[in-house]
């Protein structure tokens, strides 16, 4: 019988052991993950700690009971892979019953990621938090619960929940403004919290668009969020409990820290067996997902892949190419070579009463790098049609390439349930396709009053930059 090992049970790892299983129900699937989560939506954690999901359990797609009594997987948490053996075909786990070797036929490193630390003094201290795990989801809601019960004390009068207090304990203080420091300033605003968000840069959400970040930041600002750009975070002051933020220009007074300042590969393991790394820092592999080592495959937040626009390796890690790439190994391992796909870097965010979205390429430098002439517009338009009631706006900048018109990247703003992460589909598209920006304007998107005008903003905005080439 042959045996697929895995290592790493989320996304990638557990995808691909489901489907070889399913397509390959002889196959021997052994997966080795050392926590005691697996299959779970980490991307839901800031709701988890908002208070909107109640639960831990709700986050978890399929329980490992489930995984060993229904899918027939030899699934074993609290084991941690510490050495591979390609000469050997084997990899070594440790585990509270001891020390396992385990033999492979073919093996797959879905090690994920982990948050980057970054050079700031102070990050040992209590109240510093991260949040690349549900230990940590479950630590920050523990948080804000004995936070939200310390102010109900001091104010027995106010009410049941924090949330309906003016201000709960704290203030507190966000290191980053990716997806993670902007969706948890509304998860711990929303309880109440003085929030205090930092980013090095001079923008948050630097992947989007300049348009979309400044109006996602006036907006979060809006919300009460005292952001600080372009300051260095140099300290996490205080004795043994985290007491201020100290940057090169000021020091601020705050209770709790969350580190949020994006994360890298987890690739020690595959390092130590001589697994070869791209330019990215990522485990390189072929559009199957095979490494340089035969039989031995990298999927999920560990590896590289292709983009879709300038056809080099990527790193950018999110759920969906987690869980295509791991089913496109599954796939490959019981039999038949299927390819993972390439990416786009497509993603969305909420902050508070604004949604955004993006995909492709929309950095001039990248895209100049990658050969292209790029021109960027960026247009408003109203979401539903003038005379509907509660109609919004929808913000659109579109990126292209001068000279041949391709549609590079597009990056999307609206109020909240106006459309911008929807009509996003219709963008990655085109991204996705190399359409011209031309036949994107004339794509037949749907329209009725409630749900769109008649020329859609993304329609609008291919036309008005295609107009400026």
């Not at 697996?38 to 709701?47: D, K, R």
């Not at 007074?253 to 697994?275: C, K």
């Not at 990056?411 to 992460?421: D, I, K, Q, T």
Request: one cysteine or more; hydrophobic letters at 40%.
């Amino acid at each position: 019988m042959s045996t697929f090992v895995v290592v790493g049970g989320d996304a990638a790892g557990m995808s691909a052991a489901s489907k070889a299983k399913r397509e390959a129900p002889d196959l021997d699937v052994v997966v080795f993950e050392r926590g005691e989560w697996v299959s779970y939506g980490a991307c839901g954690l800031p709701y988890y700690i908002k208070g909107e999901i109640q639960s831990l359990d709700d986050l978890v797609s399929v329980t490992p009971e489930e995984f060993r009594e229904e899918r027939d997987i030899d699934l074993r948490t609290g084991h941690e892979v510490t050495t591979i053996d390609p000469d050997e075909r084997t990899v070594t786990a440790e585990g509270d019953e001891g020390t396992v070797v385990q033999p492979y036929d073919h093996l797959l490193l879905a090690t994920g990621a982990e948050p980057v630390t970054p050079p700031i003094e102070g990050l040992e201290r209590e109240g510093v938090f991260t949040l690349g795990s549900m230990s940590d989801g479950k630590d920050l809601r523990e948080y804000v619960g004995r936070a939200r019960s310390d102010e109900r004390l001091q104010q027995p009068d106010s009410g049941p929940a924090c949330q309906f207090l003016e201000t709960c304990s704290g203030p507190v203080g966000i290191v980053g403004g990716g997806y993670i420091g902007v969706e948890m300033a509304e998860a711990l605003a929303a309880n109440g919290f003085e929030v205090h968000l930092f980013q090095r840069g001079d923008r948050i959400l630097k992947g989007f668009s300049e348009a979309t970040s400044r109006t996602v930041l006036e907006h979060v600002a809006d919300q009460g969020v005292a952001v600080y750009l372009g300051g260095e975070v140099a300290e996490l002051a205080g004795g043994e409990r985290v007491e201020a933020i100290v940057t090169d220009a000021e020091r601020v007074p705050v209770d709790m820290v969350l580190v949020g300042t994006g994360v890298r590969p987890r690739t020690a393991l595959a390092e130590a067996a001589d697994i070869e790394l791209g330019e990215t820092g990522a485990i390189a592999t072929d559009r199957f997902r095979e490494t340089n080592l035969p039989d031995v495959y990298a999927a999920g937040d560990c590896a590289e892949a292709e983009h879709v626009v300038t056809g080099e390796p990527a790193y950018i890690p999110l759920a969906l190419t987690a869980n295509r790439h791991g089913r496109a190994v599954g796939q490959t391992i019981a039999g038949e070579p299927t390819e993972g796909g390439a990416i786009a870097g497509t993603a969305a965010v909420k902050a508070f009463e604004m949604e955004a979205a993006r995909t492709g390429v929309l950095d001039h430098e990248q895209a100049r790098a990658a050969g292209f002439d790029p021109l960027t517009e960026t247009i408003e338009a109203k979401s539903r049609a003038g005379y509907y009631p509660e109609s919004g706006t929808v913000q659109v900048t579109l990126t292209i390439d001068q000279s041949t018109g391709r549609v590079l990247g597009g990056s999307l703003v609206s109020e909240y349930g106006e459309g911008a992460v929807h009509r996003s589909h219709a963008l990655v598209g085109a991204v996705t396709e190399g359409v011209g920006v031309d036949e994107l304007a004339n794509y037949d998107l749907a329209y009725a009053p409630p749900f769109n005008t008649t020329w859609d903003p993304v329609l609008t905005a291919a036309k008005v930059v295609g107009g400026k080439r």
